[in-house]
């Protein structure tokens, strides 16, 4: 089955700084790479999602690149801001299921 | 807006006892999941279903059983509770299609004592 490991564990950046967070997955024919964004005490939410067909793409600030020959895949926020501070996790599928990373905890400072 | 409601946001339950989690979705969707979060290990599936009275283990079923008698509810029992499962539990629901996105719920924060 899937197998996603993602890091760091834990991030802290000053605001206005750009974070980066990596997940790697194990399944080759994974084609589907969604992130969710829990902030404390709330529910996880998708936030954005990358399929195998595309490189790289955009939100506003958030970004995700794949690299399907390397089998890792990318969050990048730019412009960090205070409300970007949260619980970040990346996922892939497996036979009709979402497999999860272990999840970043980013903190933004003001 | 997709709404999924988990029966209780902090239950306390002592070893040995009998625990159901409930989870209700208002959306149709056929995909429910129970995941359990713990620092350190991400999400992790229990259990999931794909249509009224169907289970599939996830990756920890161990200690968990589920049951779905309708489309809309996905209940999840603690046979016999004990410490090691106090835990945050999340309940999802989805539609059928490929890639769809999960909806979570609040969460119940479980402490077996």
């Known amino acids: 089955g899937e197998n996603v490991e993602q890091h760091p564990s834990t991030l802290s950046v000053q605001e206005g700084d750009s974070a980066v967070i990596k997940c790697t997955y194990s399944?080759?024919?994974?084609?589907?790479f969604p992130w969710y964004k829990q902030e404390l005490g709330k529910r996880p939410q998708l936030i954005i999602d990358?399929?195998?067909?595309?490189g790289e793409k955009k939100d506003q600030r958030i970004a995700v690149t794949l690299n399907k020959t390397a089998k890792h895949f990318s969050l990048h926020i730019t412009e960090t801001q205070p409300e970007d501070s949260a619980v970040y996790f990346c996922?892939?599928?497996?036979?009709?299921?979402?497999?999860f990373g272990q999840g970043t905890t980013l903190q933004v400072k003001p | 807006d997709v709404k999924v409601t988990q029966s209780s946001r902090y239950l306390v339950k002592r070893t040995g006892e009998k625990v159901f989690l409930e989870c209700v979705q208002d959306?149709?969707?056929?995909?429910m999941f129970w995941y359990r979060q713990d620092p350190g290990l991400g999400l992790r599936l229990i259990y999931f279903?794909?249509?009224?009275?169907?289970?599939e283990k996830g990756d920890i079923p161990e200690g968990y059983s589920v049951s779905r008698e309708k489309k809309e509810r996905f209940s999840l029992i603690l046979e016999s509770a004990s410490t090691n499962q106090t835990s945050m539990y999340l309940c999802?629901?989805?539609?059928?299609?490929?890639?769809?996105?999960?909806?979570f719920g609040n969460g119940t924060r479980l402490t077996v004592t």
């Open positions: 279903s794909y249509d009224v009275k169907m289970k």
């Open positions: 999802a629901s989805s539609y059928r299609g490929r890639h769809s996105p999960l909806h």
């Open positions: 990358i399929r195998s067909n595309v």
């Open positions: 959306m149709d969707h056929e995909n």
């Open positions: 399944d080759s024919a994974s084609n589907y």
């Open positions: 996922a892939a599928p497996d036979a009709g299921k979402l497999i």
